[in-house]
């Protein structure tokens, strides 16, 4: 088990909607990337923060955003969600640097379900 | 873009089978890597990787190695067990003289074994 942990577990929303997902990353860990994982798919690459900035961006929208705090913690933020945005978001936690820098942590992720 | 493809699944074995999972990606440079495994219930974990041409990475039985020539990574173990079945997944990070790359990886869409006693 992983000290990456998510929150909320699951999530039910409306289209158009905004939501706020939550990411501790493992203790000693700067560097948070988040995935999206539709079902039956592999996870996406939406973007990575590396002390406390953006670092990396996949194909997402810009309505796709995020923060991450000094603690190294990170947010994810959707605004106007739509249909397709019902998936399992994932964040993973890195050390880049150290003895464990190219292995990723995942946490188990947060259900999101738009209706 | 970097892509990666894995072979359609899912996969049923028995016990102590041998078991092939190919992966071949596209990608520029030279990228990493990565198998990854999502047991039932749990959080996706590195199983094994490679960072070079003809580089094998190993873990629990399971090995891969890093074909340039053929753009290919397959995962393979001599005997599986019940306890291996889950969801396998193909990965690639990009090249980068930095650690952050290893967090931006492309997967693939994964393959579901099964192995029965």
């Known amino acids: 088990e992983t000290g990456v942990t998510q929150s909320p577990t699951h999530l039910i929303k409306t289209r158009g909607q905004q939501v706020t997902l939550r990411c501790s990353s493992q203790s000693g860990h700067n560097t948070v990337s988040w995935y999206q994982q539709a079902l039956g798919q592999g996870p996406q690459f939406i973007f990575q923060y590396y002390r406390e900035e953006e670092n990396g961006r996949g194909n997402f929208p810009p309505r796709f955003s995020g923060l991450q705090f000094p603690n190294y913690s990170s947010e994810l933020n959707v605004n106007a969600l739509e249909l397709d945005d019902s998936a399992l978001y994932l964040c993973a936690s890195s050390s880049p640097g150290t003895g464990t820098g190219e292995k990723l942590f995942f946490g188990s992720g947060t259900q999101l379900s738009v209706l | 873009g970097n892509s990666v493809t894995q072979m359609e699944g899912p996969v049923t074995l028995s016990e102590e089978a041998f078991l092939t999972i190919n992966c071949t990606y596209t990608a520029t440079g030279y990228p990493s890597l990565f198998w990854y495994v999502q047991y039932p219930g749990e959080g996706l974990q590195l199983l094994l990787k490679?960072?070079?041409?003809?580089d094998k990475g190993s873990n629990k039985g399971f090995e891969a190695t890093y074909r340039k020539e053929t753009t290919s990574f397959h995962l393979e173990k001599g005997s599986v067990q019940v306890s291996d079945s889950a969801v396998y997944f193909c990965?690639?990070?990009?090249?980068?003289?930095?650690?952050?790359?290893?967090?931006?990886?492309?997967f693939g869409q994964g393959t579901i074994l099964t192995v029965h006693p």
């Open positions: 490679a960072t070079k041409a003809d």
């Open positions: 990965a690639l990070a990009p090249h980068n003289a930095g650690g952050t790359s290893y967090g931006k990886l492309t």
